[in-house]
C-alpha cells in the first residue's frame, strides 16, 4: 500500500492500519526554532508499561537523533545501557538522558540505522537498563520509510 497523507490529518503519515508514524514540531528554546519528529508507539501487546515509543527528530547541523520515550522517568544524569535486538541480532549502547529523564537519547551511530537497516526491519526489540532498574519495548517499524523520508523533507524547514 502506497504511503497516504491524510488532508484532514497531515501529521499522520499512514502506510498500513497498524504503520502509522506521528509526525511532529516543537518549538525550541531559541526564537523561531523548531524541530521535526517522528513517533511510533510502542507494542503494547509485547511491551512494559513504563516503555511509550520510539521518536527520530531532526537536530542541529544537519543531524538526525533517536531517542525512546519511556513514561516513567530514570534520573537526568543517568547513563543507561540499550540493547536494540532486530533480525536475529543485537546491538548494545550507552546512552544519555533527554527530557527530563523520560527520553533516552541514543548515541550518533544509531541514526544510521533509522536511515538504512531499520526501514527494511519489521520490528525492534528493546531494553533499556539503569542500575537494578530495567524497561522493555517492541516497536513496529512498518511504514518508517516514507516516515523517515517525510522527517528529513522538513527537517530543513
Do not use: H
Request: proline share 7%.
Amino acid at each position: 500500500m502506497p504511503p497516504v497523507v491524510s488532508p484532514s490529518c497531515p501529521a499522520l503519515v499512514r502506510v498500513a492500519a497498524s504503520s502509522v508514524w506521528k509526525f511532529t514540531r516543537t518549538q525550541g528554546t531559541k526564537d523561531g526554532e523548531s524541530f521535526a519528529a517522528i513517533m511510533k508507539t510502542a507494542d503494547t501487546t509485547q511491551s512494559d508499561l513504563d516503555f511509550a515509543g520510539l521518536i527520530v527528530r531532526c537536530a542541529p547541523k544537519g543531524k538526525i537523533d533517536v531517542l525512546i520515550a519511556l513514561i516513567r522517568p530514570f534520573p537526568p544524569r543517568s547513563r543507561p545501557e540499550v540493547t536494540i535486538a532486530a533480525g536475529g541480532s543485537s546491538l548494545t549502547f550507552e546512552a544519555s538522558m533527554a527530557g527530563a529523564g523520560t527520553a533516552v537519547l541514543l548515541p550518533d551511530e544509531v541514526s544510521a540505522f533509522a536511515a538504512g537497516k531499520w526501514q527494511t526491519t519489521p520490528s525492534l526489540a528493546i531494553r533499556v537498563k539503569e542500575n537494578d532498574s530495567e524497561i522493555k519495548g517492541v516497536i513496529a517499524l512498518g511504514g518508517l520509510r516514507e516516515a523517515y523520508a517525510s522527517l528529513v523533507a522538513n527537517c530543513s524547514q
